[in-house]
């Protein structure tokens, strides 16, 4: 079956500029997490979803940063005045439920803010 | 305060050589524990976890890993590497499993195998 997908797979994008990412979780999955990867370094938690709702956002760095999950099903992640800071691979990972189920990544979208 | 150690940054070894990735954790109490690999253009993927019983847990590709709760580690190894391990490998935990499940990586050993 597919996997969790990712659009796009690279986005370049000014210092200032707004961008979102998207997340396709697996199918029926109800657990959603965000996660930041920067350059030689490990992925840093984010944002964890339940269904719809943002069950702990305590990764999120500043209020720069928000992401949605309308529908329990597609997630976006928004960075708002965009730094280079922000530059590193963002993964989305979906899971069957809460508590601990596998974590299935997706391929990540690289951000390079120039 | 809490964390996750990868002392390795790079590690090199033949094909077919055995292989040790080292992991050590800093926690009050065991944590869950994860192996992911992670490949060029490719998601993170599991390798192996260990949650309670048996210390040597084992897991695809061929790993395994042994916890060992006097040193807190949980190092990875095989016994034989093929060309297609080179890759990095990030050890995880998990310290929370009642709601959710938020992975605290290391920060990854890139393993080269050469011919």
């Known amino acids: 079956g597919a996997g969790v997908s990712q659009t796009p797979s690279n986005k370049v994008t000014e210092k200032g500029k707004y961008v979102e990412l998207r997340c396709d979780p697996i199918?029926?999955?109800?657990?959603l997490y965000w996660y930041r990867q920067s350059l030689g370094q490990g992925p840093e938690f984010l944002i964890y979803?339940?269904?719809?709702?943002?069950?702990?956002d305590s990764g999120l760095p500043n209020d720069r940063f928000f992401a949605v999950r309308p529908e329990g099903s597609v997630s976006t992640l928004k960075i708002q005045r965009t730094e280079r800071g922000d530059s590193a691979m963002y993964l989305c990972?979906?899971?069957?439920?809460?508590?601990?189920?596998?974590?299935?990544f997706g391929p990540g979208t690289r951000l390079t803010v120039t | 305060a809490q964390s996750v150690t990868q002392p390795d940054i790079h590690i090199t070894v033949s094909e077919g050589a055995s292989l040790e990735l080292r992991c050590n954790y800093s926690?009050?109490?065991?944590?869950?524990l994860f192996w992911y690999v992670q490949s060029p253009g490719q998601g993170l993927q599991l390798l192996l976890k260990?949650?309670?019983?048996?210390?040597l847990v084992q897991g695809i590709k061929g790993f395994e890993a042994e916890f060992k709760r006097s040193q807190s580690s949980f190092n990875l190894r095989k016994p034989s590497v093929h060309w297609s391990d080179a890759a990095e490998y990030f050890c995880?935990?998990?310290?929370?499993?009642?709601?959710?499940?938020?992975?605290?990586f290391g920060t990854g050993t890139r393993l080269q195998v050469t011919l």
């Open positions: 926690y009050g109490a065991t944590p869950y």
């Open positions: 199918s029926g999955h109800t657990a």
């Open positions: 995880a935990v998990v310290l929370n499993t009642g709601t959710a499940s938020k992975l605290t």
């Open positions: 990972a979906s899971s069957p439920s809460g508590g601990w189920h596998e974590q299935y």
């Open positions: 979803f339940q269904g719809t709702g943002a069950a702990d």
């Open positions: 260990y949650f309670s019983g048996d210390t």
